[in-house]
């Protein structure tokens, strides 16, 4: 099953869209936590821990690249990345 991954128009937000067409946005926290995902529109309940290992690494690895760029450089990088897929 393929997830594609996309960021969106800031660093700390990316989308997750599942093998069936569902959207779930991400959202970076810190270093130290964990992001947040949520169903597209709905904030009131927190699904990062219903996503496949393979999804939350692939998020995490991204959010580790962009943030490691120097802050001047992070909103280039977000406009010209392109749409990625994990297999889980």
Not at 50 to 75: D, H, K, M, W
Request: charged share 15%; proline share 8%; glycine share 4%.
């Amino acid at each position: 099953m393929k997830y594609t991954i996309s960021h969106g128009r800031i660093a700390a937000i990316q989308y997750i869209t599942t093998p069936t067409g569902e959207q779930f946005c991400a959202i970076y926290q810190s270093e130290q936590k964990q992001p947040e995902a949520y169903p597209e529109g709905n904030m009131s309940r927190d699904i990062w821990d219903t996503l496949p290992l393979p999804v939350q690494a692939a998020i995490n690895r991204q959010f580790g690249f962009v943030f490691s760029l120097p802050y001047s450089a992070r909103e280039d990088f977000v406009l010209s990345s392109t749409p990625f897929e994990v297999t889980a």
